[in-house]
């Protein structure tokens, strides 16, 4: 019996020891056919990968997805869509009704811990940029009402489309056309506690910019520093990405700016030869998440553990462009597209 107890404390031990130090996660697009059930997706994350992967994010606040992932001792992130966000925005009575459907039932008796809820996608820069702060505020009044806001945080998702300046990384600054609703936004999320969610591809800026940026520093390969930024020295690009928004978001609010997440990044297997390729996919992938675990910071930002979201669980053959859809580490069988978890 003793032994037993301790080979069970000891495996206890080891699982929560995966969770504490790999904060990498997977973001579930949902933009496919043919994707295993939500039910079976959360047995597989919990029992097959046994939280390899402790933490999810999704794209919107499907009651059936949060239903197969109530009983699941992972971490999930929701979002309210960009569709929700003007109805939400206006009325403190819907943001109420969000929360009440999305996060009251199963909250209190299951095991899921809710990370995140994102308000808006990438809604800056656009028509409904305005209103992200506003419907931030009515969801955050909604958790204070419901007792949750000390354990869920409330953010949005932005992509360095908001940013002005980003290179070298410490001139990052938000674009002139959106910076008065970037302080708020930055402003309100230091005041409530919670970080900024950035959705980072070094894959696109590479394929931007291909004689600027170098396949190997945007793979996680060089070997010397490539960019040297006064104190830090870059030998990745997803870090010096990652590090514009910091020092962006430090001249908003100083004290080292925001904590940020990495709520997206990826690399697509198909449709931009020679840049897209399973081997260009699954470097990215490994290195990426060798970094997050044996280094876990960024070079501006040492006080905080990273926390990042690969994109994507599947492929989603409904999304219009072929690079957009290719995205995916698992198959539809939920074996791996090419091995980064073991
Ligand atoms: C920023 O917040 C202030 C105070 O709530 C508000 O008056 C202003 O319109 C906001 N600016 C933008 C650009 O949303």
Do not use: C
Request: glycine share 6%; net charge negative.
């Amino acid at each position: 019996m003793k032994g037993v107890l301790a080979v069970w404390i000891i495996a206890t031990a080891f699982q929560y020891s995966i969770a504490a130090y790999a904060d990498l996660g997977i973001t579930y697009g949902t933009n496919g056919d043919n994707f295993p059930s939500p039910v079976r997706v959360s047995e597989f994350l919990e029992k097959d990968m046994k939280h390899k992967i402790p933490i999810v994010r999704f794209l919107n606040a499907d009651v059936e997805i949060l239903q197969a992932f109530s009983d699941t001792n992972l971490g999930v992130t929701i979002s309210v869509t960009n569709a929700e966000i003007p109805t939400v925005a206006t009325s403190q009575e819907a943001a109420n009704a969000w929360v009440h459907d999305h996060i009251t039932p199963f909250a209190a008796n299951s095991r899921v811990r809710f990370r995140y809820i994102t308000v808006g996608i990438e809604a800056i820069p656009g028509d409904l940029a305005p209103l992200v702060t506003p419907a931030m505020t009515n969801i955050y009044q909604a958790l204070i009402l419901v007792k949750s806001k000390d354990f869920i945080k409330v953010t949005t998702v932005v992509s360095p489309t908001v940013l002005g300046q980003s290179y070298p990384p410490s001139t990052g600054q938000f674009e002139q056309s959106v910076s008065g609703v970037m302080d708020n936004v930055t402003r309100f999320l230091q005041n409530i506690g919670s970080p900024l969610l950035l959705n980072i591809y070094p894959y696109y800026a590479l394929v931007n910019e291909p004689d600027k940026i170098s396949m190997q520093y945007a793979l996680f390969q060089s070997k010397e520093p490539v960019v040297i930024d006064g104190e830090y020295k870059y030998y990745n690009l997803f870090d010096a990405m990652v590090d514009a928004f910091v020092a962006a978001t430090e001249k908003v609010v100083g004290n080292g700016g925001l904590r940020v997440v990495v709520s997206e990044t990826g690399w697509p297997t198909k449709g931009n030869e020679p840049y897209t390729n399973v081997k260009n996919a699954q470097i990215y992938n490994s290195n990426l998440r060798h970094h997050v675990i044996t280094v876990g910071r960024t070079p501006r930002q040492g006080d905080y553990k990273m926390e990042v979201y690969i994109y994507s669980m599947f492929n989603e053959d409904k999304k219009p462009d072929p690079v957009g859809a290719s995205f995916g580490t698992f198959n539809d069988d939920l074996t791996e597209v090419y091995p980064i978890w073991h």
